[in-house]
């Protein structure tokens, strides 16, 4: 009896070990999803901070351009 006991006790700790195992890696995978998700939003804030930002440059540039050509 004991032994049938102890195969359904090892039963038990393996199943819930594999559940668990599988829960752990789809939250893993849940959490790599949104942490890129989240990564890309702030990698285009970034490229439109960049692209003012060189928009900007490049009106100064032209600006400064037409003031020399006055000098």
């Known amino acids: 009896m004991k032994a049938i006991r102890m195969m359904s006790d090892t ?8 559940g668990g195992s599988v ?4 939250t ?3 959490l790599s999803f949104r942490m890129f998700n989240s990564l890309e939003r702030r990698i285009e804030v970034i490229e439109r901070d960049l692209k003012d930002f060189f928009r900007t440059v490049a009106d100064h540039d032209k600006r400064i351009s037409k003031l020399e050509d006055k000098s």
């Open 11 to 18: 039963a038990t700790v393996a199943s819930i070990s594999s």
């Open 28 to 30: 893993a995978l849940i």
């Open 23 to 26: 829960s752990v890696a789809i």
